[in-house]
């Protein structure tokens, strides 16, 4: 019983951990969302003055590390992009698909992890559409490149601990430990079976180096889901000393019964 109390309690951490971060990235994403929607109304944007509009999302973005803005006509057309100088020719947008539903509902959307075109770098997209007279004009799109969220596990957890942050596709968009060698790639199989099941709760699985895990994994607000997991061996740590204690006390209860026995038998002796 004892035991089983301490895997429980053990289980309810690491879900609420796992809650505790799901929203800081839901949080993190509508920050760079709030950011793009308020370019998206910019006057200099809606005239086509892209010199000025330039200026703006660069001055914008001073304090948000790593994220760049891109503008892209509706079929995806890349005429901007903040990181670039004017004037560079530029590829197609990365998410055609996600710049029609952006413009079907109004809604700005979140993207997979994704080869960003005109950075070639790994990152997600916020894309925003932007409406002129109600038609569509624009799409804008700001990066939240994997480091903004390895930054947000990094003040939480150590490398005791394995944080992910997966996207739509089951592969990782920020990991704790191996955060560089694992971004694009992925999840272990068990867990992604694990999800494919269930949305939420706990998988002990493999995990991608090899090794035994427990993990609690929630979905995101944006499909995302997130996981906070333990090494199964650090687990057993706790539940062997408890059974180690256990045992002593059973020995000595042995002994103590052998004794009083020899004790009583010497006595009627």
């Given amino acids: 019983q004892m035991v089983n109390q301490d895997r429980e309690s053990i289980r309810r951490g690491l879900l609420t951990n796992a809650r505790t971060l799901a929203g800081l990235v839901d949080n993190e994403i509508k920050v760079h969302a709030a950011i793009a929607s308020t370019l998206a109304t910019s006057p200099a944007l809606l005239d086509g003055n892209f010199p000025e509009f330039w200026r703006e999302a660069r001055k914008a973005l001073e304090f948000v590390p790593g994220a760049w803005i891109t503008v892209a006509t509706a079929d995806g057309a890349i005429r901007l992009a903040s990181q670039l100088e004017l004037g560079t020719a530029l590829p197609r947008h990365a ?84 955060h560089t060698e694992r971004v694009g790639t ?60 256990l045992a002593t006390v059973g020995s000595l209860l042995v002994l103590s019964s052998l004794a009083l026995a020899w004790w009583l038998a010497a006595r009627s002796g």
């Avoid at 029609?100 to 959307?109: I, L, V, W």
């Avoid at 947000?152 to 490398?159: E, G, I, K, N, V």
């Fill in 186 to 245: 992925l999840a272990a199989p068990g867990w992604r079976e694990a999800i494919s099941k269930l949305r939420e709760g706990w998988s002990e699985n493999v995990s991608v180096e090899g090794k035994w895990i427990l993990t609690g994994y929630v979905p995101t607000t944006y499909g995302w889901t997130v996981g906070v997991a333990e090494l199964q061996d650090e687990l057993n740590k706790p539940i062997n000393r408890i059974l180690w204690s």
């Fill in 95 to 178: 998410a055609p698909e996600l710049i029609a539903r952006a413009f079907a509902t109004g809604q700005y959307q979140v993207s997979n992890i994704l080869v960003s075109a005109s950075t070639q770098k790994l990152t997600t997209l916020v894309i925003v559409p932007v409406f002129r007279d109600g038609k569509p004009l624009y799409c804008l799109s700001i990066a939240v490149p994997p480091e903004s969220f390895l930054r947000l596990m990094s003040r939480q957890y150590s490398d005791n601990y394995i944080a992910a942050i997966i996207d739509q596709n089951h592969k990782f968009v920020a990991r704790i430990p191996e």
